[in-house]
């Protein structure tokens, strides 16, 4: 499933599947993006990380895209899992870190 | 022990009345931040210190004044409280300004009545 973060702020997988979240940022001159997740009644917690000087970068089970071109970036979770399940935040960084807007996802079982 | 942690994790008060949020960190970072997160879950920075000084300052109310006693702690006074104060603040803290993986506390829920 996907969503586009700002527009679809829900997004509802099932167990398994793999998921992608979207988000558009402002700043051309941000040159460091963080994706986070939050769980509920928790802080938002480090996932992964991407410079303006790569355009991929993964983790385990996680991958982040970014496509300068179109201010673009992305989060895909493979094998989705119920404890994925939680708000996820994209960050950049120019002289502040600054959140958008949050995607919440919903892992099916 | 909790890397970022802040008091109290709930806190219900009258409008009008003045109210402290503390937060401490022991991961040795030299920045500190203030962040609040309305009910649709939106983060906005509020203010950040380095190494005890102010080096971000949104535009937040004079209400709210942030003091930094040294740099493992970050407090945060709000006076004269609104019901639009409503809200999760959260403390957050990272080795150095601007760069780097910022490291949130568990949030404090503030509701004012």
């Known amino acids: 499933g996907e969503s586009v973060g700002l527009h679809l702020p829900t997004l509802s997988v099932q167990e398994g599947d793999n998921s992608i979240i979207n988000c558009a940022y402002s700043?051309?001159?941000?040159?460091?993006f963080i994706w986070y997740k939050q769980e509920s009644g928790k802080g938002p917690q480090f996932i992964i990380d991407?410079?303006?000087?790569?355009d991929k970068r993964q983790g385990q089970r996680v991958t982040v895209l970014l496509n300068k071109t179109v201010k673009h970036l992305s989060l895909q979770i493979a094998a989705t899992q119920p404890g994925d399940s939680a708000v996820y935040f994209c960050?950049?960084?120019?002289?502040?870190?600054?959140f958008g807007a949050g995607t919440r996802l919903t892992v099916k079982p | 022990d909790t890397a970022v942690s802040q008091t109290p994790k709930y806190l219900v008060t009258q409008m009008g009345n003045d109210k402290s949020i503390k937060c401490e960190q022991n991961?040795?970072?030299?920045?500190m931040y203030w962040y609040k997160q309305d009910s649709k879950k939106f983060l906005k920075i509020m203010f950040s210190?380095?190494?005890?000084?102010?080096?971000i300052n949104e535009t937040v109310p004079n209400r709210f004044s942030p003091k930094s006693p040294d740099k493992a702690h970050l407090n945060l006074h709000i006076n004269s409280l609104e019901l639009g104060d409503s809200a999760v603040y959260f403390c957050?803290?990272?080795?150095?300004?601007?760069?780097?993986?910022?490291?949130f506390g568990e949030g404090s829920r503030l509701t004012v009545l």
């Open positions: 957050a803290s990272s080795k150095r300004p601007n760069t780097g993986e910022l490291f």
């Open positions: 700043n051309s001159a941000s040159d460091y």
């Open positions: 991407i410079r303006s000087n790569m």
């Open positions: 960050a950049e960084s120019n002289n502040d870190m600054r």
């Open positions: 991961l040795g970072h030299d920045t």
């Open positions: 210190y380095n190494n005890k000084e102010l080096i």
